[in-house]
C-alpha cells in the first residue's frame, strides 16, 4: 500500500524531472528525496555537483488544493472546487494565481535549508488551475516578485491547454 508520503514523493519527483528536462538538465541524475524540514525535496547530481530542488504547488484556491490531496490521497471523491459557481472578474484565475505563487515563494524563501552541501537550490512552483495557459502565464510573471534569497534560479511549472508542460524562469526583482 502506498502511503501519503510516498504519494507525495512521487508527485515531487515527477514535477522535478519534468522540470529539468525542460530547462534541458536531463543529464542530472536523481538521488534521492531530501531530509524533511533540512535539505530541498529533491536530490540530483550533475557531473560532480549536487544539486537541490524545492517542489511546491500554487493552487488557484484552497478548494482546489483541497480536493487535489484528497484525490491523491484516495481519500475523498467529492469535487469542492467545480461543485461552486466560479463567479468574478474575467481574469479571476489570473489574480488568485499570481497571489498563490507569491505565497509560495514567500514561504519557501524563508526558510533555512542546509544550502551549503550543494553547488546549486532551486525552487519549482508547479502551477495547479485548470484553466491556466501560456496567455495566462505572459500575465502572472510580470506581477511576481521574487526577494533576494538563496535559490539560484524559481521556476514557474505549468500545463497549457492540451496537457502541454511548459517553464517560465522567474527574475529576482520582479
Known amino acids: ?7 507525495q514523493e512521487e508527485i515531487e519527483k515527477f514535477h522535478g524531472n519534468k522540470l529539468l528536462s525542460l530547462i534541458n538538465q536531463q543529464k542530472c541524475l536523481y538521488l534521492r528525496h531530501g531530509k524533511d524540514g533540512h535539505e530541498p525535496d ?10 537541490g530542488l524545492e517542489i511546491t504547488t ?4 484552497e478548494k482546489l488544493a483541497e480536493d487535489c490531496a484528497n484525490l ?21 484565475h489570473v489574480i488568485d494565481t499570481v497571489k498563490s505563487v ?18 546549486e537550490v532551486n525552487l519549482c512552483i508547479n502551477i495547479n488551475n485548470p484553466i491556466f495557459d501560456r496567455n495566462d502565464a505572459r500575465q502572472v510573471v510580470p506581477q511576481i516578485t521574487v526577494p533576494s534569497c538563496k535559490f539560484k534560479h524559481v521556476f514557474l511549472l505549468y500545463q497549457d491547454n492540451g496537457g502541454t508542460y511548459c517553464c517560465e524562469q522567474l527574475k529576482y526583482g520582479t
Request: aromatic share 14%.
Open 1 to 7: 500500500m502506498t502511503t501519503d508520503k510516498q504519494k
Open 42 to 51: 529533491l536530490i540530483y547530481q550533475y557531473a560532480d555537483k549536487l544539486m
Open 58 to 61: 500554487a493552487h488557484r484556491n
Open 72 to 92: 491523491v490521497r484516495g481519500k475523498d471523491s467529492k469535487n469542492k472546487y467545480f461543485d461552486i459557481l466560479q463567479v468574478g472578474q474575467y481574469n479571476s
Open 102 to 119: 507569491q505565497d509560495c515563494i514567500n514561504k519557501k524563501s524563508s526558510r533555512n535549508y542546509d544550502f551549503n552541501s550543494f553547488s
